[in-house]
């Protein structure tokens, strides 16, 4: 079998100088290339992989053929992001774990050839024809501008009806502005791809936080529906003594300043940041390896990831634990903070460490980390936690009508329909912490839902209006 | 997006007023909410308390010090220009009561920070006794606009030019002392001040309640900037406040946090000094 096409990527000592895209993507030969190791099974099991549904064989058939505009059309049929959705989703969790290649040797590098099919239109500036769409009259309101929100925006705007998007923020796309570093997904590309949202007559009103501008009870009586997808963006605490000393963030807080507000630009741009010379990274998630790739960039000398548990039970995609390594961050495995130390300024010199050992496995399925009682430290002049995220708890908090669980989580029935009459939610609001492309299809599903219930109120109304 | 400057005035030197067009913020601010603010795209997200507002014709009032880079930019805005953004109402609106007498605090440009609050605690039927502090009689503004909704005004400056000679906290500790017998004192201002007020309240026992003013990001408990530590436990200003109890309140932490970008604040400030405000012609 031919073996997978590799993605093309700048070498790490170039890469780490700079905030630059570390994937190259492919070019048109490798991409057809790649396409034709597709056996386009007829039970197409990667579909199924798929949250949103991409017709995965028909897009890689169409590349195959060189029909790379009819590929896009595919492709964005399902994402209305795909240059997105191709750099930032965990390909081999979704769509490639169920490609029958897999079995045999190494699945398709579909997440690449989405990528590459959006680039492609983009550079030609292939868009996709709007058809004539029936306006109706419902309108529809999207809390946040997020994965989940883009999706639900767009495809009731693809359905005729008058989507408003309310974004706390100063730019729209969510966790892609905020959180997602431009040297894994470059913000030009995001703004690009979300001015599809206005092509479709979306609007999108900045500066909105529902719950404290507007309620939802005020929302309602504007919106015949509302989708509620403010995500998983409140930081986890450590909880341990020192915590609030300078220079310690949280990775929300670290990754802010370095991706919306371009701080890694300062003093260009007004937002400062502290440039560490020896960083610890608390966590081992997507987004700590964020953190140290960013940190690293800043300048630092030394970057660790501190991680309670071993290598392989780190929940960091494959790929962005090896560009990590190969950029120089250090891990420490089987170490938890049980403290900070700080110098007379109030500035963090050290974390204190407790060894740890791997015992039964906890309700995670993964070993759970014990402490051994041996402890250890290192000094460091910034630390970033990236233990985790709470669901935003800003609406919750504001409207207790909307049931929650007791983590915080809004509860949903299979559909998206939350307690409450006309609302209904997506998202991290609604798994904890997901990923773009679950809360992708979350999206879709309570678009489908809006439009199916919206429906059968209208016919009701009109047999009521009838008799 | 954009939120256009309706009226700018200089209450004092590097002190500005600005009226702005937002009137979802306007139609749901409460006393003692704040906004986030950011001058033109470069620009930085800071927090600026709500010093008034009118709903019916949906604009929102702010005054700040021209300190740093972000209050200088704001500050050059002239009436008709526009802001890149501003969010909120944001924080935990104060709460209003009928209490009895109030000591209302304020420092600075926390004077018109504190001018909503009280109004609001007059029109509760609360008797209020105001304390206004300023390093100088120049920069000691809305002093009417606090006569007007106080029972009582006490001014006091550093140097002495207008009012008591000293420090708000000293005329706190005076009126204390002087059996006044306050059921609750509200503050705001800079932490050093509310600091020196809080020791002085929880020795007479009575109940105090601050507004911080840590540096903030967000400004909606997403990032945890502007931490800090009351009671023992790690709260978020933005949206689990801005106020807390005084006693609770750990100043020194606070204190601390609040000089984290200081060299970075100077930086950029002599830069922006350099390129914008010493080539007028560019403007």
């Excluded at chain 1, 096409?5 to 890469?15: F, L, N, W, Y």
């Excluded at chain 1, 992001?81 to 390909?91: F, K, L, N, Y």
């Excluded at chain 1, 029958?100 to 500036?125: H, M, N, S, Y």
């Amino acid at each position: 079998m031919m073996p997978r096409i590799a993605m093309p990527k700048r070498s790490p000592e170039e890469r780490i100088r700079d905030f630059n895209e570390v994937a190259l993507g492919y070019d048109e030969q490798m991409a057809v290339k790649e396409a034709s190791r597709c056996i386009q099974c007829p039970e197409a099991p990667c579909i199924k992989g798929c949250p949103v549904g991409i017709n995965i064989p028909k897009f890689i058939k169409f590349i195959r053929e060189r029909k790379f505009e009819e590929a896009y059309r595919v492709v964005k049929e399902g994402s209305p992001i795909p240059a997105i959705t191709g750099r930032v989703c965990p390909q081999e969790k979704q769509c490639e774990k169920y490609c029958t290649l897999a079995k045999l040797g190494q699945p398709i590098a579909i997440g690449a050839l989405e990528r590459f099919v959006a680039d492609w239109a983009k550079e030609r500036g292939v868009h996709v024809d709007l058809q004539q769409i029936d306006k109706r009259s419902e309108r529809v309101a999207v809390i946040g501008s997020g994965p989940a929100g883009i999706v639900f925006a767009t495809d009731l705007a693809k359905l005729g009806y008058d989507v408003t998007v309310f974004e706390a923020l100063h730019e729209a796309g969510g966790v892609l502005v905020y959180g997602i570093p431009e040297f894994r997904l470059p913000k030009k590309i995001v703004r690009e791809e979300l001015a599809y949202m206005k092509d479709l007559g979306i609007d999108i009103e900045l500066g909105i936080v529902v719950g404290k501008t507007v309620s939802i009870h005020e929302l309602l009586e504007e919106y015949h529906a509302i989708f509620i997808a403010t995500g998983a963006g409140h930081p986890r605490m450590l909880g341990v003594p020192g915590e609030n000393l300078n220079y310690i963030y949280t990775a929300n807080e670290f990754l802010t300043r370095v991706n919306l507000m371009k701080a890694y630009l300062f003093p260009e741009y007004d937002t400062p940041i502290h440039r560490g010379r020896r960083v610890a990274v608390i966590g081992g998630g997507n987004t700590a390896m964020d953190a140290a790739r960013a940190a690293l960039r800043l300048g630092a000398e030394e970057v660790y990831v501190l991680y309670r548990r071993t290598r392989e039970e780190m929940p960091a995609r494959r790929e962005e634990i090896d560009n990590a390594e190969e950029e120089g961050v250090k891990f420490i495995f089987l170490v938890q903070p049980t403290g900070f130390k700080g110098d007379s300024q109030g500035n963090v010199s050290d974390v204190l460490l407790m060894k740890m050992a791997l015992g039964e496995p906890d309700e995670s399925g993964r070993p759970r980390p014990i402490p051994t009682g041996e402890t250890t430290d290192i000094q460091v002049d910034v630390v970033i936690n990236a233990i985790g995220f709470h669901p935003n708890p800003v609406i919750p908090m504001t409207t207790p009508e909307i049931r929650t669980d007791n983590r915080g989580r809004i509860v949903v029935d299979s559909d998206g329909r939350t307690s409450m009459r006309r609302v209904y939610a997506g998202g991290d609001i609604v798994v904890g912490e997901g990923t773009v492309i679950e809360a992708m299809g979350w999206g879709r599903k309570a678009a489908l839902a809006v439009h199916k219930d919206l429906a059968i109120e209208k016919k009701l109304s009109i047999a009521v209006h009838k008799r | 997006m954009y939120h256009r400057v309706l009226s700018k005035r200089a209450l004092a030197p590097n002190i500005k007023e600005i009226d702005v067009y937002a009137p979802r913020i306007a139609r749901a601010a409460k006393p003692g909410q704040f906004v986030i603010v950011m001058p033109d795209e470069k620009g930085e997200r800071i927090p600026l308390t709500l010093v008034d507002w009118s709903a019916s014709e949906g604009w929102v009032r702010l005054v700040f010090l021209e300190i740093g880079v972000t209050t200088h930019k704001l500050g050059l805005k002239e009436a008709g220009e526009l802001l890149y953004h501003i969010a909120g109402p944001l924080g935990n609106p104060t709460h209003v009561d009928k209490f009895g007498t109030v000591i209302v605090i304020g420092g600075g440009v926390g004077i018109p920070a504190a001018y909503p609050i009280a109004r609001a605690f007059k029109e509760a039927g609360n008797y209020v006794i105001s304390i206004i502090g300023a390093r100088t009689s120049k920069l000691l503004v809305y002093e009417d606009r606090i006569r007007e909704v106080s029972d009582e005004v006490h001014v006091a400056t550093d140097d002495g030019s207008k009012g008591f000679k000293g420090f708000t906290s000293d005329v706190l500790a005076k009126l204390l002392e002087n059996d006044v017998a306050p059921n609750l004192i509200w503050m705001v201002g800079p932490a050093l001040m509310m600091k020196s007020c809080s020791i002085i309240a929880k020795k007479r026992g009575v109940r105090a309640v601050a507004s911080l003013n840590p540096i903030m990001v967000c400004g909606m408990g997403m990032c945890g900037a502007c931490r800090v530590t009351v009671g023992g436990r790690t709260r978020f200003a933005c949206f689990e406040g801005p106020e807390f109890e005084a006693s609770e309140v750990d100043w020194d932490e606070l204190l601390k946090r609040l000089n984290m970008y200081r060299n970075e604040e100077k930086e950029a400030l002599n830069r922006f000094k350099r390129l914008v405000i010493s080539t007028p012609a560019q403007r």
